[in-house]
């Protein structure tokens, strides 16, 4: 569900045309729905519903204070994996009180910094950092909250890249190895409060049977683990998929609902799943999803800027680059991409889209089929509120993007666009 649609042959994210922001604030621009983050997170809550739970919004998926303060007011938690992340929700008016700290190399600075704020929970990944907590924990005088991640190899069946359940993945520690783990820290790391465990499989899973799987693989380890320590939580992850393919017909906003069947991986559909499994532990059980709440609520917007015909392709070059949106590149991500005028005519035409970068790499699309647009026009890439912006650099000195945020006819710059300065700032010549 999203709130973009076109309205009398124009694209709007809710009551606001792109094009005017495009015209407005320039090109690459990004461009968010409150509304359909708002949905979203409501959703997956009441999915949720029959479980003591706590949404922790993976943050890494879309950093902006503007959307971080909108989850916080919605009353969630955070998923956080750096001292960085953390500060963006305290700055936000987020509660660090609601907030895990996930990944492989915490630092004692992190470290410190997320324990003077007195955050919900480190999610550790192998005894070496749990040891470490709880001697940074120890030099502090303070307690450490903990969870381990157990790694269940489960093959999540998604991009390589995303997958982050199957041994040979860095990520958490080997299932048969957990219950030592515990003990042993439970013996020997007097600093350290065990709290929960954690799992994470991987990311933009569109079907059911892994998250199944590795739920039905891990809840008797967590039966172990809450009756050896008495945990209090347990941490499904993130990982839920969206549907990268959008209808944006105008007035049809149930279309997505509709046409559920055809997408395996509704929240209800995984709510069905792997509640009933749950619920008997009698634990709070969190979950981390980044893309499910962000990924549709973005929009990439560029304008074209050529067009070159060549004896094997047609060429759309565009203002927005691999800089600005990796993911087509990096895991053969694919975005649909629209026009914010829809032309009369509905001929398509085969095209890269392309950016301005000094890479082969830098693409938007390949062999796609596209409506007519000619030079001058807005495109829009859908389906980048999450790893879009914040996966962004300034590689080839290009400045970050501005970012909007749309709340009914309302539009608000959530972020400046950078300017050559901003991007210069802090570089000396020797
Ligand atoms: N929890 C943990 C421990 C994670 O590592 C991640 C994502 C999440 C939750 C959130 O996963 P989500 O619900 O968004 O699938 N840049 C890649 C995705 C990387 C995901 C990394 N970890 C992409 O653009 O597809």
């Given amino acids: ?13 809710e009551n606001v045309p792109l094009q005017s922001l495009a015209e407005k604030h320039g090109t690459p621009l990004y ?3 409150k509304a359909t983050i708002t949905g979203h997170f409501t959703r997956l809550d009441a999915a949720l519903g029959k479980l003591n739970h ?5 943050v890494k998926a879309n950093s902006n204070l503007a959307i971080l303060n909108t989850i916080a007011k919605l009353g969630g938690g955070f998923d956080i994996v750096s001292a960085g992340e953390l500060y963006r929700v305290i700055k936000a008016g987020g509660d660090a009180g609601k907030c895990t700290f996930a990944g492989v190399g915490k630092t004692r600075d992190e470290i410190e910094f997320a324990l003077q704020h007195g955050i919900y929970c480190f ?3 192998s005894e070496a950092e749990l040891r470490y907590i709880n001697q940074v924990a120890g030099d502090l005088g303070k307690k450490a909250p903990v969870a381990v991640r157990v790694n269940p190899n489960v093959d999540a069946k998604t991009h390589a890249k995303i997958t982050t359940g199957k041994s040979e993945n860095k990520f958490g520690i080997d299932f048969d190895q957990i219950l030592d783990v515990y003990s042993r820290v439970a013996a020997e790391c007097p600093n350290l409060v065990i709290k929960g465990l954690q799992m994470h499989i991987g990311s933009q899973l569109t079907n059911v049977d892994p998250f199944l799987e590795a739920v039905q693989k891990v809840v008797p380890l967590v039966k172990q683990v809450k009756e050896r320590h008495g945990i209090e939580f347990f941490s499904i992850g993130g990982g839920i998929g969206i549907n990268y393919r959008q209808s944006l017909d105008s007035g049809d906003h ?15 559909a995984y709510a069905e799943a792997v509640v009933p499994h749950l619920e008997p532990l009698g634990l709070r059980i969190l979950c981390e999803p980044g893309r499910f709440m962000v990924g549709n609520a973005g929009v990439l917007l560029t304008k074209v800027l050529y067009e070159k015909r060549g004896s094997a392709k047609t060429f759309k ?13 990096l895991y053969e991500g694919w975005h649909q991409i629209t026009p914010l005028k829809q032309p009369a005519d509905d001929t398509l035409e085969k095209v890269d889209v392309v950016g301005p970068i000094c890479e082969s790499g830098d693409f938007l699309a390949q062999n796609r089929d596209i409506p007519l647009v000619k030079e ?3 495109l829009a890439v859908l389906s980048a509120g999450a790893y879009g912006f914040t996966m962004a650099s300034n590689y080839n000195t290009r400045p970050m993007p501005a970012e909007i945020l749309v709340d009914g006819d309302k539009a608000t710059v959530v972020r400046e666009r950078q300017t050559l300065d901003d991007v210069l700032k802090g570089e000396h010549i020797a």
């Fill in 376 to 378: 001058g026009e807005y």
């Fill in 317 to 329: 070059i565009v203002d927005a680059g691999m800089n600005d949106l990796i993911r087509p590149t």
């Fill in 31 to 33: 461009v968010y729905s």
């Fill in 1 to 13: 569900m999203h709130s973009f649609r076109y309205h009398q042959g124009e694209l709007f994210a």
């Fill in 254 to 268: 149930a279309w997505w609902e509709k046409n559920a069947e055809t997408h395996p991986l509704t929240v209800q």
């Fill in 54 to 58: 706590l949404i922790c919004y993976a």
């Fill in 123 to 125: 999610n550790a990944e």
